[in-house]
């Protein structure tokens, strides 16, 4: 199994450009979410989706769009880049029975800058 | 509201030593508590959960402890290997959510040949 996936690794972006990360999982997993890290903060949730068709806004889901059409895909989208958005980007499923949320496992992160 | 927090941000010891890795959160009302690692350029690797009702798990030369009166976690490293560096990360799981975590920002541990 190649696990959560995430692309692209880096990018780069200027204010106003949209775009595209994709995930994608191959767990059969119905839980995925989105993460951004910030120095010296902690991973905060983004958009989570508990399977397809269903998704659902985290701690801080402004500026970002999500959709979940298949289990194995959760793309995050960015509407008009901002440059408060330049953070890494992690995406991870689990799947959903008791307890299950808690064992997640993440993909490799995607840099992102926004100039 | 729930906050978690992770002192020192960054810590450097030499290898063989055992040490210890702190965590500390403001309600202590969660359901359970997870220590994760990070390494540059990967995702996260849980490497502990410990339920409320729990007072410490063991993995290998990890050991993590919970105190959920004082608001705090240990993350306890044995003769430490220049392997373990990397950053470690604390997370609790409010017991009305499923699905959030709430995250400390980390300890960078590295290890001195």
């Known amino acids: 199994n190649a696990g959560v996936t995430q692309t692209p690794k880096f990018q780069v972006l200027k204010t106003g450009q949209s775009m595209t990360l994709q995930c994608a999982q191959d767990?059969?997993?119905?839980?995925m979410s989105w993460y951004r890290q910030d120095p010296g903060m902690g991973l905060r949730l983004i958009h989570y989706s508990v399977g397809a068709g269903i998704t659902d806004q985290g701690e801080v889901p402004n500026g970002y769009n999500v959709s979940r059409s298949t289990t194995e895909d959760f793309p995050l989208r960015l509407l008009s880049a901002a440059p408060s958005q330049t953070s890494v980007y992690f995406c991870?499923?689990?799947?959903?029975?008791?307890?299950?949320?808690?064992?997640?496992?993440f993909g490799p992160g995607t840099r992102l800058t926004v100039l | 509201k729930q906050e978690v927090t992770q002192i020192p941000a960054a810590l450097s010891v030499p290898e063989g030593e055992n040490l210890v890795l702190n965590c500390s959160f403001t309600d202590s009302a969660i359901y359970n508590l997870q220590w994760f690692r990070q390494d540059p350029g990967k995702g996260l690797t849980s490497l502990l959960l410990?339920?409320?009702s729990q007072r410490e798990q063991t993995s290998g030369r990890l050991n993590a402890s919970l105190d959920k009166s004082s608001g705090r976690s240990t993350l306890y490293i044995a003769a430490s290997q220049p392997g373990d560096s990397a950053t470690y990360l604390c997370a609790v799981r409010p017991p009305e959510s499923n699905y959030q975590l709430i995250w400390g920002a980390g300890t960078k541990l590295i290890i001195k040949p």
């Open positions: 767990m059969n997993h119905e839980y």
């Open positions: 410990i339920q409320s």
């Open positions: 991870a499923s689990s799947y959903s029975g008791a307890g299950g949320t808690d064992t997640q496992y």
